[in-house]
Nanobody, 122 residues
Framework: QVQLVESGGGLVQAGGSLRLSCAAS????????MGWFRQAPGKEREVVGT???????YYTNSVKGRFTISRDNAENTVSLQMNSLKPEDTAVYYC????????????????WGQGTQVTVSS
């Protein structure tokens, strides 16, 4: 059974950094575009950023210049480095795998991780 397992969440002060990791078991991720999404209380799940199978990245405007997505196909992992964190970044963060290597769309995500809580205090 394919699983995505996130780690690295926690509590951090505004301006601090966290690094989230997503490890896959049961499937090689190199053929899948991967994404990080987040969901804050009372809000809809939204994309944070994505990375294609070829390594092209996309970031939502609110995190550009602060967050960086990377992937290590040899280790079958995807990471999200988050710097200059703000209280509005507080959410549960989810790793997601697309069925294709080209893009990640919320409504067509093939596999979700269980989520990891990120809390940024002011």
């Amino acid at each position: 059974q394919v699983q995505l397992v996130e780690s690295g969440g926690g509590l951090v002060q505004a301006g601090g950094s966290l690094r989230l990791s997503c490890a896959a078991s049961g499937r090689t991720l190199s053929r899948h575009a991967m994404g990080w999404f987040r969901q804050a209380p009372g809000k809809e799940r939204e994309v944070v950023g994505t990375i294609t199978g070829g390594g092209n990245t996309y970031y939502t405007n609110s995190v550009k210049g602060r967050f960086t997505i990377s992937r290590d196909n040899a280790e079958n992992t995807v990471s999200l480095q988050m710097n200059s964190l703000k209280p509005e970044d507080t959410a549960v963060y989810y790793c997601a795998a697309s069925p294709t290597p080209f893009t990640v769309i919320l409504t067509t995500v093939a596999i979700w991780g269980q989520g990891t809580q990120v809390t940024v205090s002011s």
